[in-house]
């Protein structure tokens, strides 16, 4: 299996994503976030660019059928129902809602991704599932990470890490770019420490010092949910 690993993300990058197999990871917090959603009930997400972008389409829907979620620099909106923990996203919360989420970095991810050929949401608490759809649809891959604010996030690059060695151990031969080499690397010195390595990143410290230790704690729980969710037509579900 080829894998290529992609640390920043911009929008001349849609081209390329033309046709592609691509696994979005944004493991603090949006990924993490849509899985547990879907995992307890939630009927779909809607990945949006911006705020403005939410309200509108949350403006064209009927009240009872939505959650209006998203956070910004973690915080969540004013005037939304929910912000982007995990934690949050309840069974008795989110169950048969449409979740209309908008996040600092990964739900702009999708909104390159329109043409692509397959996309899966990856976190962390899906692991095993999203590693056995990828050899089930394809043998190449692009994994993104989604970045922090436009730079590199070492939490992104380790969930990178821990799904490439995760393929591995299944058997599969792989290929990997300078990016997946690095991400491998990173997840073999600190797999041993999940919880502890992501909250010494940056944006596990951010996260901590904003509140949200527990969010690091339960997002570090590996292969929670046995689930796989994919975007198509603005839209994330299970499939």
């Not at 998203?70 to 909106?77: F, L, P, S, V, Y």
């Not at 995990?86 to 991704?113: C, H, M, Q, W, Y």
């Amino acid at each position: 299996m080829k894998l290529e690993v992609i640390f920043l993300v911009n929008d001349k990058l849609e081209d390329y994503f033309f046709q592609k197999n691509v696994v979005v990871v944004d493991l603090l917090r949006a990924t993490s976030t849509i899985i547990t959603a879907l995992a307890n009930g939630a009927k779909s997400i809607i990945p949006t660019s911006s705020v403005e972008e939410a309200v509108k389409i949350a403006k064209n829907l009927e009240k009872s059928t939505f959650l209006l979620c998203g956070e910004k620099n973690t915080k969540i909106i004013e005037g939304f129902d929910l912000g982007n923990s995990p934690l949050d996203f309840t069974e008795e919360r989110v169950k048969d809602k449409k979740i209309i989420l908008a996040t600092t970095n990964g739900t702009k991810v999708f909104s390159l991704l329109k043409h692509s050929q397959n996309v899966l949401v990856y976190s962390s608490l899906n692991l095993i599932a999203v590693s056995q759809k990828m050899a089930e649809l394809g043998d190449e891959w692009i994994i993104i990470c989604s970045g922090r604010n436009g730079f590199y996030d070492e939490s992104d690059s380790i969930a990178a890490g821990l799904l490439i060695s995760k393929i591995k151990k299944s058997g599969e031969n792989i290929q990997l770019n300078d990016a997946g080499r690095t991400s491998l690397i990173l997840y073999e010195k600190f797999k041993d420490d999940l919880r502890g390595f992501l909250k010494s990143t940056d944006h596990g410290k951010i996260l901590i010092d904003n509140g949200f230790n527990a969010d690091i704690d339960f997002i570090s729980e590996i292969d929670k949910f046995n689930i796989n969710a994919a975007y198509a037509n603005n839209n994330i579900g299970l499939i």
